[in-house]
């Protein structure tokens, strides 16, 4: 099994910063894809940003303001959210397509979720 943690939410004033964590543990032998999704009440959730192999991909809300990154060292994947705007309110869940070392194949996991409030 693995599990994806995620922290960093929280709330923001517009304009502000906030850098978001996704740790994986469990039993995994390699990471493929990283994602970043976000979902506000009432809405769908949708994809933010994605990394596979260093390439990164972005929804055209949030390209040159967030950062997607990942460090395989640590399965720990990262997005800093800069300019945030009051639009970026929602509760933002990592996933993770995963190799594991106890059974073959890849699996996606999700995250909890963390809630990011951009608000004066």
């Known amino acids: 099994q693995v599990q994806l943690v995620e922290s960093g939410g929280g709330l923001v004033q517009p304009g502000g910063s906030l850098r978001l964590s996704c740790a994986a543990s469990?039993?995994?032998?390699?990471?493929?894809?990283m994602a970043w999704y976000r979902q506000a009440p009432g809405k769908q959730r949708d994809l933010v940003a994605s990394?596979?192999?260093?390439?990164?991909n972005y929804a055209l809300s949030v390209e040159g303001r967030f950062t997607i990154s990942r460090d395989n060292a640590k399965n720990t994947g990262y997005l800093q959210m800069d300019s945030l705007k009051p639009e970026d309110t929602a509760v933002y869940y990592c996933?993770?397509?995963?190799?594991?070392?106890?059974?073959?194949?890849?699996?996606?996991?999700w995250g909890q979720g963390t809630q990011v409030t951009v608000s004066s």
């Open positions: 990394i596979t192999s260093g390439k990164t």
């Open positions: 469990g039993s995994i032998l390699s990471i493929n894809n």
């Open positions: 996933n993770a397509d995963v190799f594991e070392t106890r059974r073959r194949g890849q699996y996606r996991y």
